[in-house]
């Protein structure tokens, strides 16, 4: 059976500090991983990692596949209060699956 | 970039009363919609795949009559929760992806529909 599941499923860091989201997936016929981030309404796109081992970054976010352990992460350095968010990870095999997300809290 | 339109973005109305959202794609044409619900703090379940001119696939557990889903163009996908009852209260959200898009490129996602049924 298909599956997606992210962790911790929250987390509570302050202003400054990296973190690292973990997503594990099982899928009978994977063509895509997925990351977004989501605060108030519509999740917003990040990363579409498809291959293993080839990082993504986009400024402080940075995004790896392992294909053959089936795992992704999603690293966030010098977080800011504004990276506080759901972050959802999703992988199309047959069908899109998301994750259970992780809830990111950055204090100040 | 692609745009999708949710309407409307809340609701509150009685028990028993049957609620109609949409969903539309504004810049692009989408041959097939999904349509999601999360709880607070949860992730997105999905509840159907909705295909333009034809009938939706929902997922298990989803209630067909409960939830009517009409795709009757490429740009326009609803949504409506029939005799809605209070356990129906949720923020659902639809996304949409490009026609000619393979399905494992990126969802486009609609702002989300906050339903209360009182």
């Known amino acids: 059976e298909d599956k997606v599941v992210q962790s911790p499923l929250s987390l509570v860091v302050h202003e400054g500090d990296t973190v690292t989201l973990n997503c594990s997936y099982e899928?009978?016929?994977?063509?895509?991983l997925l990351w977004y981030k989501q605060e108030k309404k519509a999740p917003t796109f990040l990363f579409m990692l498809?291959?293993?081992?080839i990082e993504k970054k986009s400024g402080r976010l940075s995004s790896i596949l392992d294909k053959k352990e089936l795992f992704s992460i999603l690293n966030i350095t010098a977080t800011q209060t504004g990276d506080s968010a759901i972050y959802l990870c999703?992988?199309?095999?047959?069908?899109?699956?998301f994750g259970t997300g992780t809830s990111l809290t950055v204090i100040p | 970039g692609a745009v999708v339109s949710q309407h409307p973005s809340r609701v509150i109305c009685k028990s028993g009363t049957s609620v109609k959202i949409e969903c539309r794609s504004l810049?692009?044409?989408?041959?097939?919609m999904f349509w999601y619900r999360q709880f607070p703090k949860q992730s997105l379940m999905l509840m159907a795949t909705?295909?333009?001119?034809?009938?939706?696939?929902?997922e298990q557990g989803v209630e067909k009559d409960k939830f009517l889903i009409n795709h009757a163009s490429l740009t326009l996908s609803t949504l409506t929760v029939t005799s809605a009852h209070p356990e129906d209260s949720s923020f659902y959200i639809c996304?949409?992806?490009?026609?000619?898009?393979?399905?494992?490129?990126?969802?486009?996602f609609g702002d989300g529909t906050r339903l209360s049924i009182l």
């Open positions: 996304s949409a992806i490009r026609a000619g898009g393979e399905l494992y490129q990126p969802q486009h």
């Open positions: 899928v009978t016929n994977f063509r895509s």
């Open positions: 498809t291959s293993s081992g």
């Open positions: 999703a992988h199309t095999g047959n069908q899109f699956y």
């Open positions: 810049d692009f044409q989408a041959t097939t």
């Open positions: 909705s295909n333009e001119g034809s009938k939706a696939t929902y």
